[in-house]
């Protein structure tokens, strides 16, 4: 069967668009739209493959060949090895790639400030909130914002709370004076570590271990897992656990891609999608619980917990981020998130 793909001609200045198809099987639309048409699926993604996102694309991959027949390819790219968090949402939007999972700190750089409610600190005591706001109706209003930049949500999935790591233990505000801390593109993350007396270096996540190793930065934040499978532990020497803020990831399509597929296809693809993003859901604990027993047992790096003490004077000394948040996007979406948050537990 020759693979054919589903992408339509994007409205985009006519340069970008055949720099971006040069070299590519790119059919014309009304051959494309034949029935039962061989469809290939490209998913970008930045961590590997061990990781909540990176088993989320697998078992989707799996779910979607299968139920196919093999008429509709996955080609997942892990580990930034096709795009980078600078790069991947624009190769979305430019139709190079058809589904991405960029962390939810990554959309305010594309005009969607809101999806930064989600790096707020100690926002979040467990899973189970985080789920009120993003399988209720925040979620939903805030993937109606996707369609302003030609895009689709179709799911959000969890990695989990994220750890400090530096070379030494960063259990107290004084603690973070002067580091350079590596963050995502996010101003709330950003605020954040400035509140802490560190200083943030935003950097593409692919870059962050080499700035480690190489002392451009001094420390960092993210849940076990990512710290544990890109090798940071052999570069930091000490971990403290924190759980000072939530780390989790939208899928989102191209909105012409989505739409030109035939509604069966787009059925079968969101299906297995929903499947492969709730069983993410239930593994991302069980993940980080995992990269933790393996930091330990490779005794490289010290794991600090904090005290209930540490946890108070750290969250008091980053309570102006949320109100600089408010003072951004509004205070309505922080009312909708308190209501969310009151929703009884589904
Ligand atoms: C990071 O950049 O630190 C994370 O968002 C990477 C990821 O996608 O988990």
């Not at 051959?31 to 088993?55: C, M, N, W, Y």
Request: charged share 20%; glycine share 6%; net charge positive.
């Amino acid at each position: 069967m020759a693979a054919m793909s589903a992408h339509p001609p994007q409205q985009i200045p006519r340069r970008q668009w055949l720099a971006t198809c040069a070299g590519a099987a790119l059919l014309p639309f009304a051959q494309a739209s034949a029935a039962q048409r061989d469809i290939t699926l490209r998913f970008s993604h930045v961590v590997t493959e061990d990781t909540p996102k990176g088993r989320a694309a697998s078992r989707f991959k799996a779910l979607v060949e299968a139920r196919s027949s093999g008429r509709i390819t996955v080609q997942v790219f892990p580990d930034g090895q096709l795009y980078g968090d600078h790069d991947e949402m624009q190769a979305l939007q430019l139709g190079a790639v058809d589904m991405v999972a960029p962390s939810l700190s990554k959309f305010g750089r594309i005009g969607l400030p809101e999806f930064e409610l989600f790096d707020l600190p100690f926002l979040f005591e467990d899973l189970s909130e985080v789920r009120r706001v993003t399988l209720g109706a925040l979620g939903q209003r805030l993937f109606n914002g996707l369609k302003r930049q030609g895009l689709v949500g179709l799911g959000f999935f969890d990695n989990g709370f994220k750890q400090m790591s530096a070379n030494r233990p960063l259990l107290a505000p004084t603690d973070f004076a002067g580091l350079r801390m590596r963050v995502q593109a996010s101003r709330v993350i950003a605020d954040q570590m400035r509140a802490l007396g560190a200083r943030p270096v935003t950097l593409a996540f692919s870059e962050t271990r080499r700035a480690l190793a190489t002392g451009v930065v001094d420390g960092t934040e993210n849940p076990v897992s990512n710290f544990w499978t890109q090798g940071m532990h052999q570069v930091q020497s000490d971990l403290s656990l924190t759980n000072h803020g939530y780390l989790g990831y939208a899928v989102v399509t191209n909105q012409r891609f989505w739409e030109h597929l035939q509604a069966d296809d787009r059925e079968l693809i969101n299906q297995a999608l929903q499947e492969a993003l709730e069983d993410a859901r239930q593994i991302a604990d069980v993940q980080n619980e995992a990269a933790l027993a393996a930091l330990r047992r490779s005794n490289t790096t010290r794991i600090h917990r904090l005290s209930a003490g540490q946890r108070v004077r750290l969250q008091q000394a980053v309570l102006p981020v949320h109100q600089a948040l408010a003072r951004r996007i509004g205070p309505d979406w922080f009312q909708a998130l308190q209501d969310a948050l009151a929703q009884p537990s589904a």
